[in-house]
Nanobody
Framework: VQLQASGGGLVQAGGSLRLSCAAS????????MGWFRQAPGKEREFVAA????????YYADSVKGRFTISRGNAKNTVYLQMNSLKPEDTAVYYC??????????????????WGQGTLVTVSS
């Protein structure tokens, strides 16, 4: 599986962005998908994950209520809608795929596949 993230950019605090992650291959629906981010000088952190069929989602407390993860299996794409952005959301955002959908996502375990990252910058 190859993942291609896009949609990052510069936005003012309070604004919105939608990230997309397009996956290659015909087994997209066999993978749970998620997003991580890494801010300058900080460790990578979990943001959100979505189950294989999209019926279950999980978010980090820091983004709950502001970010929404969704997926379109027909388009092999996962999205991250980010609203009410804050300067502390500034980071490189990475999409990831893994056959497991469990607490390994927010425990920081490595994923089966990673995208290349897209930079989100939120100005104050």
């Amino acid at each position: 599986v190859q993942l291609q993230a896009s949609g990052g950019g510069l936005v003012q605090a309070g604004g919105s962005l939608r990230l997309s992650c397009a996956a290659s291959g015909r087994t997209f629906s066999s993978y749970a998908m998620g997003w991580f981010r890494q801010a300058p000088g900080k460790e990578r952190e979990f943001v959100a994950a979505i189950s294989w069929g999209g019926g279950s989602t999980y978010y980090a407390d820091s983004v709950k209520g502001r970010f929404t993860i969704s997926r379109g299996n027909a388009k092999n794409t996962v999205y991250l809608q980010m609203n009410s952005l804050k300067p502390e959301d500034t980071a490189v955002y990475y999409c990831a795929a893994d056959r497991a959908y469990d607490n390994s996502w927010y425990r920081g375990a490595d994923r089966d596949y990673w995208g290349q990252g897209t930079l989100v910058t939120v100005s104050s």
